[in-house]
């Protein structure tokens, strides 16, 4: 079973479109379960095969980024013929996974209750915008909303600015994540004791774990985080962004040595000795102080030339790279983290190989599965029926005929 991946035994129903809920698969994928994907046929399939640039037809990089590794099968579950399709599907499957509104994973058939006499260790994972219970359970809810609603927003960008969200989608990125690890555990679980489960998972919820200590501080003490000037840490100085003779880097002084050894970089030993600068409060209470000398000192030299002093001096520091030069990174390059792969519609395909590194058990590295191109929508149901429902080519095109495939 050498170089088997972790994950070559796991099969997935997936009722996912657009980020979240893909992003989430998308790592099971990796790894390699079994990802069949679920398409509408009534809306085009995934909205993402649509999402420009890059696209043409029903493919789009935005598609391919998050569905590489997958199966398509086209299924109409609100047809009348789907439902025993579906729980055919289920039958041979270890879990069913939905990024839908909360409401609609059992207006659906998703949920275990209305699943467990098909399949009783099936694992059914919804993850929603905010949850399958509460008051906003059959609203809708996007990234964008839940750094707003978390209160990320009020934390990010430069004092006195607007409020500003994450120049990525942290929150349906986090929240794939977190339910892959859910649906993880109830595979898991159901295998260990031979009964499956629900897992409920939000973004909003996901999002509010996500404020880490900020969230327990102000909880506890009614503590209300203040914006700090060039994304400084909110309680560790200097920690953050600063500005060389050509362009920014980050100097991260997380310890008391690093800031010993920094004074000493810059030329100012002294900084040492002075209570105000000499523990981690007192650089705090001071911060102004500390990021104008920091400044001043910084404005002399290139970042090349800093980031290459401090990291000699074993103080945690880098550039701040635009997108391309972080893929060019000598790092990036030495651990091979750019795969490519072919498509017929978007050609050659450059994209980012899963961090997640296991070694087999004769020692050798187990990355992610090679890459293939995502699917094409409903590219798979007849292969998918015949092979794992026993479904006849009569039978297949019968259902095709009455419209259950779209």
């Not at 919820?205 to 914006?227: D, F, K, N, Q, S």
């Amino acid at each position: 079973m050498a170089g088997l991946l972790p994950l070559a035994d796991v099969r997935i129903v997936s009722v996912e479109q657009f980020g979240a809920g893909p992003w989430a698969t998308l790592q099971l994928a990796d790894l390699g379960a079994e990802i069949i994907k679920i398409e509408d046929p009534g809306s085009g399939g995934d909205v993402s095969r649509y999402v420009p640039p890059f696209q043409e037809g029903e493919d789009s990089l935005f598609f391919e980024t998050f569905n590489r590794n997958k199966k398509s099968v086209s299924l109409d579950l609100k047809h009348p013929q789907a439902t025993e399709v579906f729980h055919d599907l289920v039958r041979n499957a270890d879990a069913v996974f939905s990024n839908l509104r909360g409401d609609q994973p059992e207006r659906l058939g998703l949920t275990y209750a209305q699943l467990k006499d098909v399949n009783p260790r099936i694992v059914c994972c919804s993850l929603s915008g905010f949850g399958m219970t509460g008051p906003r359970a059959n609203e809708g809810g996007y990234d964008y909303m839940m750094q707003g609603l978390a209160g990320w927003q009020s934390l990010t960008g430069e004092p006195g600015g607007p409020p500003t969200k994450s120049g990525l989608s942290l929150v349906d990125l986090s929240g794939g994540y977190a339910a892959a690890i859910a649906t993880l555990s109830g595979v898991w679980r159901a295998r260990r004791d031979g009964v499956g489960c629900d897992c409920d998972v939000s973004l909003l919820e996901t999002a509010l774990h996500e404020l880490m200590y900020i969230g327990p501080w102000a909880a506890t003490h009614g503590y209300v985080p203040e914006r700090t000037p060039n994304s400084g840490h909110p309680s560790i100085v200097p920690f953050g962004n600063y500005l060389a003779k050509d362009g920014w880097f980050v100097v991260g002084a997380a310890k008391q040595k690093f800031w010993e050894r920094l004074c000493g970089v810059i030329g100012h030993p002294e900084l040492n000795e002075d209570p105000r600068f000499s523990t981690m409060a007192g650089r705090l209470e001071n911060r102004t102080l500390v990021m104008e000398i920091l400044n001043g000192s910084f404005a002399e030299r290139t970042v090349d030339e800093w980031v290459a002093a401090l990291v000699a001096a074993g103080i945690p520091s880098s550039r701040i790279n635009t997108v391309l030069e972080a893929l060019e990174d000598p790092q990036v390059i030495a651990r091979e983290d750019i795969i490519e792969h072919d498509h017929p519609t978007l050609g050659r395909v450059r994209t980012i190989a899963s961090p997640l590194r296991l070694s087999g058990a004769d020692g050798e590295e187990l990355r992610a599965q090679p890459p293939v191109r995502g699917p094409f929508r409903g590219e798979h149901t007849a292969a998918v029926l015949s092979e794992y429902c026993g479904y006849t080519v009569e039978r297949i095109a019968a259902l095709r005929e009455a419209g259950v495939f779209g």
